[in-house]
């Protein structure tokens, strides 16, 4: 289980995946000029914890563990469960191309 914090500033996104999926994403969102935090599934909410004010939106593959905590999600998933689903902000079926996360991003954070 590791951590790896790529940049920590305000308005950073948590991504909380497998490290395949989170490596693609760092490099997509670290392009387009996001900040990106990172996690594996199983540290996840330790992730969120430590940097709660830092994180303005989150996107998992295992969103439950973020519910609660108010900050928009943007729901990955081969097969989304759609009982999550009503708790996110997106709901994004793998796959998906880079253009259809970057547009839910810029919406999410346009609200």
Do not use: W
């Amino acid at each position: 289980m590791t951590l790896a914090v790529t940049a920590v500033r305000k308005g950073a996104i948590l991504v909380v995946e497998c490290v395949e999926i989170r490596s693609f994403l760092r490099f997509l969102l670290t392009r387009a000029g996001l900040n990106v935090l990172e996690a594996e599934p199983d540290c996840g909410g330790q992730m969120l914890a430590e940097h709660l004010e830092d994180v303005e939106l989150i996107i998992a593959n295992r969103p439950e563990q973020f519910v609660a905590s108010g900050i928009p999600i943007i729901y990955v998933a081969a097969i989304p469960d759609a009982d999550i689903s009503k708790h996110c902000a997106q709901v994004l079926p793998k796959p998906f191309l880079p253009p259809e996360l970057l547009f839910h991003i810029q919406r999410i954070q346009a609200m």
